[in-house]
């Protein structure tokens, strides 16, 4: 369904790129449905704004469009350096070593003031899950680390060094473990805490967990750790809004997200956008001097098949939402 008048010409044209993306050490959730979404052409400007291993962007890039690609992690800017449309003239591929928080001032750097569409891929990335010295997971022992851009504080910094109530207020924040003190509580009893797979045990005991449960409980925990030493939630606040001011009228923002958390600021970020927020009481006034949307042609939720679960089993919890951008000016407070 076409989503602008944008998307009804481009409808018209032939000769449309195949999309056919190159191998990759991991494999991009949702990635028909992204593309779609973003519909690339030739000599449009897009931004990657999570690189991570080039799922989106090798797609983007084979639809024809020049990429603006994000990562704060040096290892997936590393691997993004050695692609041969980094050193296309002009280059097709601009690596930028930088939060997506920060598009704004980079694209501004890079002489580009409106963009054509921005994705956004949000959490960590296979690539850091799947490599043991990075402490992700806990799914093979590593050093407590859990930061996308490798500096401190890290994880490790954060269970030795923080008090009990603070760790329990992100446990539960970020989260969403019930039995936040409880684990709290036995962290800071087991301190020092150098290893993935030392905090997981300690949470796994706190939390009686028998083997063979569907899921380890020790899941919560970490998924909480790392949002808050890497500042997950408030970089995605700030990069939304960062979306808004660089897309052009018809610009397609998409977004996927993991968890209820990510998906929640999302949501409501496009409905607040395309002023379809939930409204007070029908019994009052209608507020007068309504701003016109920022966004229109919000798309429902749309999560992934149950063949991509199959066989991407890390889709299972994916969720993408897209939008159009309007003509209305970006909130000035958005940056």
Not at 37 to 60: H, N, Q, S
Not at 138 to 145: H, I, V
Not at 181 to 201: C, D
Not at 222 to 235: K, M, S, Y
Request: charge should be positive; proline fraction near 7%; charged fraction near 30%.
């Amino acid at each position: 369904m076409p989503h602008d008048g944008r998307r009804c010409r481009r409808q018209g044209r032939k000769g449309k790129a195949q999309v056919t993306p190159a191998p990759a050490p991991h494999v991009p959730v949702l990635l028909d449905e992204v593309i779609r979404e973003l519909d690339p052409r030739p000599g449009d400007v897009i931004i990657d704004a999570t690189f991570g291993a080039g799922g989106y962007t090798r797609a983007i890039l084979d639809a024809g469009a020049t990429v603006h690609a994000f990562d704060r992690d040096p290892d997936a800017i590393a691997a993004g350096a050695q692609w041969p449309e980094t050193r296309e003239v002009p280059p097709r591929l601009v690596l930028h070593a930088r939060r997506f928080s920060e598009m704004v001032e980079a694209m501004e750097e890079a002489g580009i003031a409106q963009v054509d569409g921005i994705a956004m891929d949000i959490g960590v990335s296979s690539m850091q899950l799947d490599r043991a010295e990075r402490g992700f997971a806990f799914s093979s022992d590593g050093p407590l680390d859990m930061t996308m851009d490798r500096t401190r504080p890290n994880a490790a910094d954060f269970v030795n060094d923080a008090d009990e109530a603070a760790i329990a207020d992100v446990l539960y924040t970020f989260g969403e473990e019930r039995q936040s003190r409880r684990v709290a509580r036995a962290i800071v009893a087991a301190r020092p805490l150098t290893t993935t797979g030392e905090l997981a045990a300690v949470v796994r005991k706190a939390l009686g967990h028998r083997p063979g449960q569907p899921k380890d409980p020790a899941t919560r925990s970490f998924q909480a750790i790392r949002i808050h030493v890497n500042g997950e939630l408030d970089e995605l606040r700030r990069g939304l809004a960062a979306a808004e001011r660089l897309l052009k009228e018809g610009g397609r923002l998409a977004v996927v997200s993991f968890h209820s958390l990510e998906d929640r600021i999302v949501k409501t970020f496009l409905r607040d956008a395309a002023n379809v927020s939930p409204r007070g009481s029908r019994h009052l006034p209608e507020a007068k001097d309504t701003p016109s949307p920022r966004f229109g042609h919000l798309t429902k939720a749309i999560r992934p098949s149950a063949a991509e679960i199959d066989r991407n089993p890390r889709a299972r919890s994916s969720t993408l939402r897209a939008a159009t951008r309007t003509a209305a000016p970006a909130r000035e407070h958005a940056a």
